[in-house]
Structures are given as C-alpha cells and as structure tokens.
T-cell receptor, first 114, second 114 residues
Framework: KAGVTQTPRYLIKTRGQQVTLSCSPI?????VSWYQQTPGQGLQFLFE???????NKGNFPGRFSGRQFSNSRSEMNVSTLELGDSALYLC?????????????FGPGTRLTVT | GENVEQHPSTLSVQEGDSAVIKCTYS??????FPWYKQELGKGPQLIID?????GEKKDQRIAVTLNKTAKHFSLHITETQPEDSAVYFC?????????????FGKGTHLIIQP
C-alpha cells in the first residue's frame, strides 16, 4: 500500500506571496492532519480534515487554511507569506478522527520564504 | 491544552547499549501515546504506540511503558544499532482529538556511537 505523498517537496517563495501544498493520504484513510515543523517550535498541529470538513484547528492565524476533497486528498494554503512561515509542512493520514487513531506522515514540503 | 515534555534533548549511547527517552504529559484525559522516529530529510515514522488501558507494550527491541498516575511514558530501545540514530518524538492525544491534534514533545536526538 502506498504511503502518504506530498507535493511539491521543496518550495521557495517571496514574502507576501501565497502558496498551496498538496497531500494524498494512504488509500482508505479519510482523515488528514497538517503540522508545521520548525527547529524552534517543533511539531505543531495546524488542522485536521475528515470527510471534507475541518474537525480541529490549532493555534495558527487565519492566513493558514485548508480543504479536503471527496477523494480525501487535502490541500493547505498559506496567504501573505511571512519569513517566519519557513518550515517543513507535514501531513498525516489516519483512518478516522477523534483521537487514538494511528497517524502516518508524509515526507513533508520544505517551504522557504525569502 | 495538552503539554508534553520530553527528555533528554540529546542522548549518546554506545552501540549495543540501551537507550531510554522519557516524556510527561499534562492532560489526564489523554489516552493515546505514539512514538515517532524521524531521519534526516524524512517525515516522522510511527514506531510504536500505547493506549491508556495498557501499561507496557513491546515490539522486538523497542518497548514503551506508561504510568497514568504519574502522567509519564517512556521509550526503551535495547541492543542499539547504528540505524537507530535519529530524532525521536513522543506525542499525546486525547479521546476527542481536540484542538491540539497530536501534541508532540520537542524531540530527542539519539546518537549511537560505534
């Protein structure tokens, strides 16, 4: 069974631009969660989508948004990029929502904002 | 919200020796505790997890213990090998998932000395 895939793997953007990242979950998984990983803050939860609905949201500004499609693929968007948005963005898929489900991570998208 | 503390931040052991990484959590409602291994340039890989109705779980050279009363859990790796070198993260999750998703510790850089 194929794992979680994320595209693109690397991105370089300029301050003020916007970016869209994509995640394809493991086949049969209906929940997709997004995390931001930085050296200073570690792994921080952004949001979770299940059945095309946002179920949970972490403590990030409204510039961070996401969506999920009927095939469970998910995208996250960051508008008006800031230097501090430079990070590894990880998505994780699981079979269900509500805590206690095993989450499997993709390789991440490395975003650099200049 | 949940808070997870992880120690030590760096752990260096001789090949063949055992390694122990410890985590504490704050939310007594948390009931799912996974451990992830992250190698350079890759996403976190789920290596073992434990639920609050179990005190210990073992998978070959890896074991995890949970003390619900003290709200701490530990990862034990025996007979360490060079391929065990990586960053290890503990995490906690409550039944409802909640606004925090998975809450991660800051990570332990495990170095296996030949």
């Amino acid at each position: 069974k194929a794992g979680v895939t994320q595209t693109p793997r690397y991105l370089i953007k300029t301050r003020g631009q916007q970016v869209t990242l994509s995640c394809s979950p493991i086949s049969g998984h209906r929940s997709v969660s997004w995390y931001q990983q930085t050296p200073g803050q570690g792994l921080q939860f952004l949001f979770e989508y299940f059945s095309e609905t946002q179920r949970n949201k972490g403590n990030f500004p409204g510039r961070f948004s996401g969506r999920q499609f009927s095939n469970s693929r998910s995208e996250m968007n960051v508008s008006t990029l800031e230097l501090g948005d430079s990070a590894l963005y990880l998505c994780a898929s699981s079979m269900g929502t509500g805590g206690g489900y095993e989450q499997y991570f993709g390789p991440g998208t490395r975003l650099t904002v200049t | 919200g949940e808070n997870v503390e992880q120690h030590p931040s760096t752990l260096s052991v001789q090949e063949g020796d055992s390694a122990v990484i410890k985590c504490t959590y704050s939310d007594s409602a948390s009931n799912y505790f996974p451990w992830y291994k992250q190698e350079l340039g890759k996403g976190p890989q789920l290596i073992i997890d434990i639920r609050s109705n179990v005190g210990e779980k073992k998978d070959q050279r890896i074991a995890v213990t949970l003390n619900k009363t003290a709200k701490h859990f530990s990862l034990h790796i025996t007979e360490t090998q060079p391929e065990d070198s990586a960053v290890y993260f503990c995490a906690a999750s409550s039944p409802g998932g909640g606004a925090d998703g998975l809450t991660f510790g800051k990570g332990t850089h495990l170095i296996i000395q030949p």
